[in-house]
């Protein structure tokens, strides 16, 4: 039998794992008898009373073996324990931690993903074409022509009658559409006709918005109302998770709860940051094959979780073993040594204001590049082979090694190497371009991650020494890069981490080919701009390292920073922007843009008038804010807390990470439920603040023509000249008596 492998999982009443494989005909469910091991070294003279006391407890299956405990390490004897159930491994663990008082040992292979030990140790991997019969793989993970089924796709659509405008598990079920499909009627037919047309169509893919926050948790509900069962699994129940808020990277995140289809990949298009991001299912099934997580796991996963069990691949294939509860404290370093190696990537603040004629040039994947060039990672830092080495980081003094390639390359490299690909028969091959454009964009972002893992404490190969060293070597590469091109006749209008904006008339092409060969890191022209403005910070007045915006050559506007570009703008904010912009793209110079800045006043006076009169709706008015923390936590009285304050009235809590959508109705008032309207409770008639939302349109204006002497306080002057009796009604005067 051969087939695809679509889902792989451990059955923990079973201790058994589970394989869904797709053949051409039909999907078949296998299991496979996978005992997990897991290890432990402690001193010498107590390594050898272990046995003893495990086999007391119930676990006699053990064996001392040869193993590398970390990386770069010679192998060592370590004592292998077989662990019969699943549900006994975290236990044991704990147990064993706390005969060694917490310290005194240590334990390895505890927390790693069973289905990820398993398809690694039989040589498999998700959606590999397999001869089941001898449980080998037809295919390799790094092919970029491999064969995949004919997938069944399935789309949900779920309607609920919600009696409190936020659909909860008491309302009534209204109809569910399942592709072309609609069912309708009462609720316990609407059910089980459900479950008759899943199981007509067969099909190998679930796609949801909202499945794992809401709707398919929903369905189970109701069908318990009637003492009935949801099968849209191949097998009976589906596998859960809670949900959980979650820190990183300076926000406050919500994880939703998992709700994982047995034999079938359910995806939550509007919850699935790696589906989102890939732009479809490709990325996330060749992601899958590479780091050995099945499709629909990785689909509620980070990139970072990705690129970490593709790392712990690497190790565990190399015969190393994964320390559980990594502790590396960073090297003691003084003060001054601090000042040094403590700073970020290379930045050369933008000059204010319009350019023309500028080009902007990106090195390819960086940091990446600079991991495998310079072998960076956490064994191969001051390794003592090399004392004399010539890899010598710039300004810390660092060394690595120039024996052994490093975990972090070696994982990394084959990564480069197929995103450079990707791009290239994206290209090349019109037919399938979308196929490897949405490979080429899900393996991006496993190469921003891997940096950011080697400075995260929890990373498994983490090592804050070999952050700094990327980013020593990546300022020393664009400061260097910077001079040459000064030296060539560009001016450099800014510079941030690996990107450089010139103007002048140098020959670019040469300047690339030289930065090629000097640093063996692809520079390339992301592209010329006719004219590109670079805005200044709202506080500092300084230019912002990341909020610009200008046209191409070709017509093509690009915009970084700004309000379209935010998830939260509200969709009136939007449009304004993208009608300015508009406005301002019809200038092919720096003089032709000065002239369309009256046109640019003149959208704001308009959509400022429809504002005061009414006739904007209210759809366009939505705005969208994240919830940081439990509403008992904030000291202020402030929009998003009125909205909590009305969701918890009706009965609903929202907890951090998660987002609240509402309309301004009047924001001087301290009473939360008049001063908004969350979004799901609108019923139609509402009145909003005029006086807020201009002056939200107000901000976005100022936002795109500050640096031509167009600030939030002379825009607001232009269409509120003091004349207002109502604070909520504004004056507008006509703009020509105010040029």
Not at 435 to 453: D, E, P
Request: glycine letters at 8%.
């Amino acid at each position: 039998m051969r087939g695809w492998i679509i889902d792989c999982h451990p059955d923990y009443g079973l201790n058994s794992m589970v394989m869904w494989v797709r053949t051409a005909e039909r999907a078949e469910r296998l299991v496979h008898d996978y005992r997990p091991d897991i290890y432990v070294w402690a001193p010498a003279g107590e390594m050898q009373s272990l046995p003893g006391r495990l086999e007391m407890i119930g676990f006699p299956d053990t064996s001392i073996e040869r193993r590398r405990l970390w990386l770069g390490e010679r192998e060592r004897e370590a004592l292998r324990v077989g662990v019969p159930r699943y549900s006994d491994v975290q236990d044991l663990a704990r147990t064993i931690d706390s005969w060694g008082h917490y310290g005194r040992y240590r334990l390895f292979n505890v927390d790693l993903r069973l289905e990820q030990r398993f398809l690694l140790e039989k040589g498999l991997f998700p959606l590999a074409l397999t001869d089941m019969d001898n449980l080998r793989a037809l295919d390799s993970p790094w092919r970029h022509d491999y064969p995949l089924p004919q997938f069944r796709e399935a789309l949900l659509d779920i309607a609920v009658r919600a009696e409190n405008g936020i659909p909860t598990f008491d309302d009534r079920l209204e109809s569910v559409t399942v592709n072309d499909i609609e069912l309708n009627g009462p609720e316990d037919h609407i059910l089980e006709e459900l479950n008759r047309v899943i199981a007509e169509l067969d099909p190998d893919i679930v796609y949801t918005g909202r499945g794992d926050d809401f709707y398919m948790h929903y369905l189970a509900r109701r069908a318990e109302e009637y003492g009935m069962g949801v099968e849209l699994g191949r097998g009976a129940g589906a596998r859960m998770s809670k949900g959980k808020s979650y820190f990183t990277y300076g926000r406050i995140l919500y994880k939703p709860p998992a709700y994982k289809l047995r034999g079938r990949i359910h995806i939550d298009r509007e919850q699935s940051f790696m589906y989102v991001e890939a732009g479809g299912m490709y990325g996330l099934i060749d992601l899958s094959r590479m780091s050995l997580i099945p499709v629909q796991d990785l689909s509620r996963l980070s990139p970072g979780s990705a690129i970490s069990a593709m790392q712990v691949n690497e190790a565990l294939r190399t015969g190393h073993l994964i320390l559980w509860k990594k502790n590396i404290p960073e090297e003691f370093k003084t003060a001054r040594e601090l000042l040094v190696c403590d700073r970020g990537g290379f930045i050369h603040n933008p000059v204010v204001g319009i350019h023309d004629s500028v080009t902007e040039l990106d090195f390819c994947s960086l940091y990446p590049n600079i991991m495998v060039r310079y072998n960076i990672s956490p064994e191969t830092l001051m390794c003592d082979c090399c004392p004399q080495s010539s890899i010598r980081v710039p300004e810390i003094g660092y060394h690595f090694c120039e024996r052994e390639r490093g975990l972090i390359p070696r994982v990394i490299e084959p990564v480069i190497r197929r995103r450079i690909a990707c791009k290239r028969l994206a290209r090349e091959a019109p037919r399938h371009n979308d196929i490897y454009a949405q490979r080429a964009k899900v393996l991006k972002w496993i190469l921003v991650t891997c940096f950011g893992y080697t400075g995260y404490r929890n990373a498994r190969f983490g090592r804050i020494e070999c952050h700094e060293s990327i980013t020593a070597y990546g300022r020393e590469i664009l400061l260097r890069s910077s001079e040459i091109a000064e030296r060539r006749g560009f001016r450099v209008l800014h510079g941030i981490v690996d990107s450089l904006w010139l103007s002048g008339e140098g020959d670019c092409e040469s300047f690339c080919e030289e930065i090629n060969r000097e640093f063996d890191i692809p520079l390339e022209v992301e592209g010329h701009y006719s004219w590109i403005v670079f805005l200044p910070c709202v506080t500092t007045g300084i230019g912002a390292l990341n909020r610009y915006y200008g046209l191409f050559d070709d017509g093509e506007l690009k915009t970084r920073g700004i309000a379209v570009r935010k998830r939260d703008t509200p969709p009136l904010i939007k449009d304004v922007q993208h009608e300015m912009l508009h406005e301002l793209s019809k200038a092919s110079c720096s003089s032709e843009f000065q002239d369309r800045i009256a046109g640019v006043l003149d959208l704001l006076c308009l959509h400022a008038g429809k504002l005061l009169d009414g006739s904007v709706p209210l759809e366009k008015l939505i705005l969208t804010k994240r919830v940081s923390r439990r509403i008992e936590d904030y000291r202020q009285f402030n929009d998003s807390v009125a909205a909590l304050m009305q969701l918890r009235e009706r009965g609903f809590e929202v907890p951090p990470g998660k987002v609240v959508r509402f309309i301004i109705c009047d924001s001087t008032t301290k009473d939360f439920r008049r001063r908004v309207k969350v979004d799901h409770f609108v019923r139609g008639d509402e009145e909003y603040d005029a006086r807020s939302y201009i002056d939200l349109v107000v901000r976005a204006t100022a936002e795109l023509i500050s640096p031509f002497g167009w600030d939030f306080d002379s825009l607001r002057g232009l269409i509120d000249p003091g004349q207002e009796t109502n604070p909520r009604r504004i004056a507008l005067p006509g703009l020509a008596d105010n040029r």
